[in-house]
């Protein structure tokens, strides 16, 4: 029997599994593709913090983003220049492996190809059923088989059976997003653009950087509807000003977790990252806020080994640490969040034109960090005319659904 079997070789499983295998714990990864960081469900950016923490080499950057451009829905536009890079492109893919193979080189063991379908919880242990999923040619065969641990990690990525079988529960709310990466022209820096025909309920993106001489972008948007009908349009706007050669490209859509499950952990088992709807409502990054619970569960977990306890009581302490953490990002965030989607595209315009004027780009820009929110949220709540501008938007989505 295995001491922690983690379910899901990303970022958050493995910085999980580095930190207990650094404990001496036999912690095994069990990654169902056939390579690490495959396929790409991101787009990429990663604040230098998070970058930092993961002890990450350098040329994993493709980019720093250092000017941010904000675009209307009219096409007004923020230029937004923090004094240091704000976050980095990175080669997502390779940041993926490289966490992985930190991973495997503190003793943990990964194993590729296995897909976890079931947990039961016996007496003194969990047992974890998995396909051992095998391609041969243009068949794939599978075949169930079950191990052993004395905890389990769920960091799967925004899957939910599992936590629903252990009443844990789903997130409530998630955006669903499409990106490609694709050769660009005449785009110098990185881009968000909002507006109801764009990004409804949220923001599109447009990322360039350089690879083997060549001038790419990562092209996004997420949405609280389908993606995938305003990426398009998006492309074809970039398309029609020359920007891209083509519009005929194949889409990469997921879909990403903006509230915490209702209860992080059960008996002997944890969730961690997306798994556990842990991401920052504004924007759904969850890079970050996977790593400091994947810092919160290593710790629960060693006292558990320590004290040989694994219930329920013990494991609440894990979700007690993280939420002291980033419990009032979380909840400040998400009622941003619900405020943003409540609001017209003419109240977005007059928020840029609020910022524009009245100096607030300097105090955001001098207070905002990639990874934490609350400060910058709670400085255009307390504004007077941008405070107005939200409570309009969200008296009038009152109005409108009462219609």
């Known amino acids: 029997m295995h001491d922690v079997v983690v379910v899901g070789g990303g970022p958050a499983g493995c910085y999980t599994a580095s930190l207990l295998a650094k404990q001496g714990l036999d912690v095994q990864v069990l990654e169902e593709h056939s390579g690490v960081g495959e396929p790409v469900d991101c787009s990429g950016v990663i604040g230098a913090e998070s970058f930092d923490a993961l002890g990450l080499p350098n040329d994993l950057k493709l980019a720093e983003i250092s000017r941010l451009t904000l675009v209307s829905p009219s096409q007004l536009k923020m230029f937004f220049s923090p004094p ?50 095998q391609n041969q040619g243009i068949s794939v065969t599978k075949s169930r088989k079950a191990v052993q641990a004395s905890m389990v990690v769920l960091a799967g990525g925004p899957r939910y059976s ?4 252990l009443e844990m529960g789903r997130p409530a709310n998630f955006l669903k997003t499409a990106q490609v ?37 990562r092209i996004g948007v997420s949405s609280k509807k389908n993606a995938v009908p305003y990426f ?3 492309l074809r706007q970039l398309y029609m000003q020359g920007c891209v050669d083509s519009t005929d490209v194949p889409v990469r859509s997921w879909v990403i977790p903006v509230t915490p499950i209702q209860r992080t952990y059960s008996e002997r088992v944890l ?14 990054g969850g890079i970050f806020y996977g790593l400091l619970c994947a810092e919160a569960a ?40 619900r405020l ?9 315009d007059d928020l840029f034109r609020v910022v524009q004027s009245d100096g607030i780009l300097k105090s955001v820009t001098k207070n905002a960090r990639f990874d934490w929110h609350r400060d910058v949220i709670s400085l255009a709540l307390r504004h007077p005319s941008l405070g107005r501008i939200f409570l309009r938007g969200a008296f009038s989505a009152v109005m409108r659904s009462s219609h």
């Open 271 to 284: 969730a961690v990252g997306d798994a556990a709807g842990q991401t920052k409502p504004t924007t759904g």
């Open 84 to 133: 240091t890079p704000l976050a980095y492109v990175v080669d997502r893919a390779a940041l993926d492996r490289a966490v992985a193979e930190k991973t495997a080189a503190s003793g943990a063991t990964i194993h590729l190809g296995l897909r976890v379908v079931d947990l039961q919880i016996d007496d003194g242990h969990v047992e974890i059923y998995f396909e051992e999923i």
């Open 298 to 337: 290593a710790r629960t977990i060693s006292k558990a080994f320590e004290k040989g306890d694994f219930g329920e009581k013990m494991m609440k302490g894990y979700e007690d640490e993280w939420k002291k953490t980033l419990g009032a990002e979380i909840k400040i965030g998400a009622f941003f969040r």
């Open 232 to 234: 398009r349009e998006l």
């Open 181 to 217: 990466e694709m050769e660009v022209r005449d785009i110098k820096e990185a881009a968000v653009l909002f507006g109801s025909q764009i990004a409804p309920g949220s923001f599109a993106w447009i990322v360039p950087f350089k690879r083997e001489n060549k001038i790419l972008a």
């Open 162 to 165: 599992l936590q629903e079988k």
């Open 340 to 348: 943003v989607e409540r609001l017209t595209d003419d109240e977005i």
